[in-house]
């Protein structure tokens, strides 16, 4: 990473100019905007940001961006968050994080929620394994796998079945339990349970991109695209305060807004 003066040279400033300049800009913090979402796909996650976490909301068909900053991710700094977002989405896209779904239920009333594939897909298999041990395990891990495959309502039918289907044949293996001290007992196969719930959970909800329109199947328009910049931006800064990393995410994205403003009006 560059040093001040390091960057002052390309500029062609003094170290000193160059440091009233950034100092100047710090001080300029842009305010969340309030973005547009009437009939448009909202993609919602939430980064680290020093000692708390900041909340990011993209209308995708609008091209904006809004943000907002909380200590924990919870159903209070969602709310929040969601106050900058006028009008109804059609649907959301997100991890569907507790708070989140809490503070969605409440702020989007039926509206249509897209639970991102991806990150059903990456916890299930941690609980199972890369390489599960027994044939419960190794089945359902061909079937967390096929869900990202998934393109038409017949095919999603059929998925359904088949995980139905795997839970009743191994309903006996999932219940079983070790005795331990003192009259103690735990089940046997606890992760692979974890795994089981996961997905049984999100079942209704996984494939809401098949029913509506131009609604993507994971959060990646966010967290794969805007927030891998973004992230990799607060990387090379972490050791900056977390009020001047907030102000870091602030300035990153409201720069995103306006060459998105400006790609928009040129096309």
């Known amino acids: 990473m560059l040093s001040l003066s390091d960057i002052a040279e390309e500029k062609y400033l003094t170290r000193e100019h160059l440091s009233r300049r950034l100092k100047e800009r710090w001080e300029q913090i842009p305010k969340a905007p309030i973005i547009n979402a009437t009939d448009d796909v909202l993609v919602l996650d939430a980064i680290s ?70 990150h059903i897909i990456r916890q299930a298999l941690i609980w199972i394994t890369k390489y599960p041990r027994t044939l419960a395990g190794r089945t359902l891990r061909v079937l967390v796998l096929r869900i990202s495959r998934i393109e038409r309502e017949d095919d999603a039918r059929i998925w359904v079945a088949t995980f139905e289907r795997w839970l009743e044949h191994f309903k006996p293996f999932l219940a079983e339990k070790t005795d331990g001290p003192n009259g103690r007992w735990w089940y046997t196969h606890r992760y692979l349970r974890k795994a089981v719930s996961l997905v049984r959970g999100c079942t209704g909800e996984a494939f809401t991109f098949l029913i509506a329109p131009s609604v993507p199947k994971t959060s990646n328009h966010v967290e794969g695209g805007l927030n891998v910049q973004l992230k990799e931006h607060l990387r090379r800064h972490r050791g900056l305060s977390t009020e001047r990393q907030r102000a870091l995410v602030a300035l990153f994205l409201a720069d995103w807004n306006r060459k998105n403003s400006c790609t928009r009006n040129i096309t």
């Not at 969602?78 to 997100?94: H, I, K």
């Open 49 to 118: 940001c020093g000692t708390g976490v900041a909340f990011i909301l993209r209308a995708l068909d609008h091209a904006q961006t809004t943000w907002d900053f909380a200590g924990q991710e919870d159903a209070d700094g969602w709310f929040t968050a969601m106050q900058n977002v006028d009008g109804v989405p059609r649907a959301l896209v997100s991890d569907h994080q507790k708070g989140l779904r809490s503070a969605a239920s409440f702020v989007f009333q039926d509206v249509l929620h897209q639970r991102c594939q991806a």
